[in-house]
């Protein structure tokens, strides 16, 4: 028997998937620290001793060297900084940890079976991403692709042989997430706005690298609204804010108005009531008590407003009150859109499966 030795490297498979998931775990605490890289290394550090990330074959040290030699961060006038491949690279890791969890038979995922609606196939090939219609799978090309990789001796299907003609939407999607970034988002002891700004991440690359026929635009709200680009998204921050949906949905529907024929729908995510808009001499107005008809009635306006554009709002809310139910039920019954009272654990999985759901549906 002849054995073949190869030269040692530094990095065995093992310590690859070692190093990926430091990257994952880095990439995580970069969204807690708002993209700040030292503090994120500082928390790094600090759990490296409490959990023992780092030993002889990785040191704390060697990993930060890892993140300069990717190119993930780098040195800019004495500080270290988040780099645009790192900024991607959060994307990604979100992304990844998304579908993570999402099962392939989820609950109310359907693809549609409308003839002239929908999607066409084309001639040309790809490889299978998630989403992708096991019906429009090239098997001669995905039984080529197994023989090539394995012996001939066996046949070892992965998703990475699958290929599938490429299909083009008739109908593509522009989407508003709106963020609420109220002082709620990170009071009474619960994290809320982390995995806010995941999902707002994640839905990125899943739009850039997936749907890039499709339109996303961030949208984050507190005493007034603003448009927030994607590679801000790390360093986005809370408060101390009201809650000013009105201001947020009126900017939201704005934007959509200059989208044209595309599908249009507004992702909302909050934790709380309406409790400011501004009087129409510009001034705010202010009442975080109880539910302020005067409040609630302009933001109900608003959503009316949307659903006579054609616009859909899903509203995703990730606090439990009871009182704000019946708020959530007006709202939505004015839109006619959808809502969900989510955990924040599953948020990312609630919001993918709902976007792809209507991409195919």
Same mark, same amino acid.
């Given at each position: 028997?002849?054995?073949?030795?190869?030269?040692?490297?530094?990095?065995?498979?093992?310590?690859?998937?070692?190093?990926?998931?430091?990257?994952?775990?880095?990439?995580?605490?970069? +969204?807690?620290?708002?993209?700040?890289?030292?503090?994120?290394?500082?928390?790094?550090?600090?759990?490296?001793?409490?959990?023992?990330?780092?030993?002889?074959?990785?040191?704390?040290?060697?990993?930060?060297?890892?993140?300069?030699?990717?190119?993930?961060?780098?040195?800019?006038?004495?500080?270290?900084?988040?780099?645009?491949?790192?900024?991607?690279?959060?994307?990604?890791?979100?992304?990844?940890?998304?579908?993570?969890?999402?099962?392939?038979?989820?609950?109310?995922?359907?693809?549609?079976?409308?003839?002239?609606?929908? +999607?066409?196939?084309?001639?040309?090939? $790809?490889?299978?991403?998630?989403?992708?219609?096991?019906?429009?799978?090239?098997?001669?090309?995905?039984?080529?692709?197994?023989?090539?990789?394995?012996?001939?001796?066996?046949?070892?299907?992965?998703?990475?042989? +699958?290929?599938?003609?490429?299909?083009?939407?008739?109908?593509?999607?522009?989407?508003?997430?709106?963020?609420?970034?109220?002082?709620?988002?990170?009071?009474?002891?619960?994290?809320?706005?982390?995995?806010?700004?995941?999902?707002?991440?994640?839905?990125?690359?899943?739009?850039?690298?997936?749907?890039? $026929?499709?339109?996303?635009?961030?949208?984050?709200?507190?005493?007034?609204?603003?448009?927030?680009?994607?590679?801000?998204?790390?360093?986005?921050?809370?408060?101390?804010?009201?809650?000013?949906?009105?201001?947020?949905?009126?900017?939201?529907?704005?934007?959509?108005?200059?989208?044209?024929?595309?599908?249009?729908?507004?992702?909302?995510?909050?934790?709380?009531?309406?409790?400011?808009?501004?009087?129409?001499?510009?001034?705010?107005?202010?009442?975080?008590?109880?539910?302020?008809?005067?409040?609630?009635?302009?933001?109900?306006?608003?959503?009316?407003?949307?659903?006579?554009?054609?616009?859909?709002?899903?509203?995703?809310?990730?606090?439990?009150?009871?009182?704000?139910?019946?708020?959530?039920?007006?709202?939505?019954?004015?839109?006619?859109?959808?809502?969900?009272?989510?955990?924040?654990?599953?948020?990312?999985?609630?919001?993918?499966?709902?976007?792809?759901?209507?991409?195919?549906?």
């Amino acid at each position: 028997m002849k054995v073949q030795y190869s030269k040692w490297k530094p990095w065995s498979l093992t310590d690859d998937e070692r190093l990926e998931n430091m990257f994952a775990l880095f990439s995580y605490l970069l +969204i807690q620290t708002d993209g700040d890289v030292e503090d994120a290394l500082n928390w790094l550090e600090k759990l490296s001793v409490e959990y023992q990330l780092f030993d002889d074959n990785l040191s704390f040290s060697e990993f930060v060297d890892e993140l300069k030699k990717k190119g993930y961060i780098a040195k800019k006038n004495g500080q270290l900084i988040l780099t645009a491949k790192g900024n991607s690279r959060i994307r990604t890791d979100s992304l990844a940890k998304i579908f993570s969890g999402l099962k392939l038979d989820t609950n109310g995922y359907h693809e549609t079976n409308k003839s002239g609606n929908g +999607i066409e196939r084309l001639s040309e090939l $790809k490889y299978f991403s998630f989403g992708d219609n096991l019906s429009n799978v090239d098997m001669t090309s995905t039984i080529k692709n197994v023989y090539r990789r394995t012996n001939p001796s066996g046949f070892n299907l992965t998703e990475d042989d +699958i290929e599938v003609f490429e299909t083009e939407h008739l109908s593509s999607c522009a989407t508003v997430l709106m963020i609420d970034i109220s002082h709620s988002m990170v009071l009474y002891g619960e994290d809320r706005i982390t995995p806010a700004k995941e999902v707002a991440l994640g839905l990125a690359e899943l739009i850039i690298s997936r749907y890039k $026929k499709d339109k996303l635009n961030i949208v984050v709200f507190g005493d007034d609204a603003k448009e927030v680009d994607i590679k801000d998204l790390p360093f986005l921050s809370v408060g101390p804010f009201h809650t000013n949906t009105k201001a947020g949905l009126k900017l939201s529907r704005n934007i959509l108005k200059r989208k044209g024929r595309f599908n249009k729908q507004i992702f909302m995510i909050t934790d709380g009531k309406p409790s400011a808009i501004f009087t129409d001499d510009g001034r705010l107005y202010k009442n975080s008590f109880g539910l302020d008809p005067r409040i609630v009635n302009k933001t109900l306006d608003e959503a009316v407003k949307c659903r006579r554009e054609g616009i859909r709002i899903t509203t995703f809310m990730v606090a439990q009150d009871y009182y704000l139910r019946d708020f959530i039920n007006e709202f939505t019954k004015a839109n006619n859109g959808h809502a969900y009272f989510s955990d924040l654990n599953r948020l990312g999985q609630m919001i993918f499966t709902d976007y792809i759901r209507r991409k195919n549906g």
